[in-house]
Structures are given as C-alpha cells and as structure tokens.
C-alpha cells in the first residue's frame, strides 16, 4: 500500500510539472503567435486552467515531500512527545480542513455538470472539465494528510520530515531558500 500511495502522489507531482511545462509551452507559442499575426486569445483561457490544474495536482507531492511551508518554532522546542501530540492534532485539523475543500470542489464541480455551466473565455467548453483538476487534486491532498495523519498515530515519523531531514543530511538545502 506504501509504495502505490507514493507512486500516486509522485504521479501528481509528475503531472503538476507536465502542466507547469505546457503553461511554459504555450506562452512562447502566444508571444511567438502574436508576433506572427496569429490569432491566439484562446490560448490564455488555457493557460489559466493549466496553471489551477499545476498548483492542484502538486499540492499532495509537495506535502508530503516537506516543500509547504510549516512554521516550526513551537514544534522544534518540544520533546518528541509533545511534539508527536501537537502534530496529531494539527494533522487531524488539516485533514478535516482540506476534506471540506474537498467536498466543496466537488459539489461546486458538480453543478457546474448538473447545469451545463460553459467556460466563459475565448475557448468555450464545459467548465467541470478544467474544475475536475480541483476535485482530483484536493482529494489526493485529502489522502495525503491523513495518511500522514495515520503515520504519526502509528508513532512514526511524518514522512515530510523525514524527507526534510534527509536532503539537510545531504546537505542539500535548497528548498528551505
């Protein structure tokens, strides 16, 4: 189970950097197209949902790899106890926070299908179509925080410390720029 929830949210993160590509890609086509005379208004509609679809996606791969910002000044003053019970409980709030999200952007993906909502740009589709990256995403956040969630409860060590911790013993500390 370890190693498929890891691929999953490695996966996400994949696709996360796969869009950030795309946004690149099509931005030199519209400076490139616009330069050449070509007709390419469409092409900001899609760069808008590729940029929501990128932050989503990549949400529960930089969870879970240390790269959110957390402010651990209370925490690093803790014994390991203390520590372990304030991380239980802020995990158990973050989880239950992202599952309201969660069941928002579904409920709000939804209706845009139950309505036949249309996208209200140059590129005119069904808008539950770029929303569904909203719904994907912030359940694989979802899934995230409460298998971090169960980690800690287990009594082990939450896995974007872990990884934090390694790339410092490396010395690598770029992420923390």
Not at 57 to 71: I, L, N
Not at 79 to 90: G, H, I, K, N, Y
Not at 141 to 169: C, M, N, Q, S
Request: contains cysteine; neutral net charge.
């Amino acid at each position: 189970m370890r190693r498929a929830l890891d691929l999953l949210f490695d996966a996400a993160g994949a696709i996360g950097a796969l869009l950030i590509l795309s946004i690149f890609l099509l931005m030199l086509y519209g400076s490139a197209g616009r330069m050449a005379g070509l007709h390419v208004g469409g092409v900001n509609d899609v760069v808008a949902w590729c940029t929501a679809a990128a932050s989503f996606f990549a949400m529960a791969h930089a969870f879970k790899h240390g790269d959110f910002v957390r402010v651990t000044l209370l925490l690093d003053r803790l014994d390991a106890r203390a520590r372990r019970l304030l991380e239980t409980v802020s995990l158990a709030i973050a989880g239950a926070a992202v599952a309201y999200l969660a069941w928002w952007a579904m409920r709000f993906t939804y209706e845009s299908w139950q309505f036949k909502e249309m996208s209200g740009g140059l590129v005119v589709i069904p808008i539950w179509i770029p929303q569904l990256s909203f719904v994907i995403g912030s359940l694989l956040f979802v899934l995230a925080v409460l298998d971090e969630l169960l980690i800690v409860l287990r009594g082990g060590k939450p896995t974007y410390v872990r990884l934090v911790e390694e790339r410092h013993a490396r010395g690598d500390y770029s992420e923390d720029v």
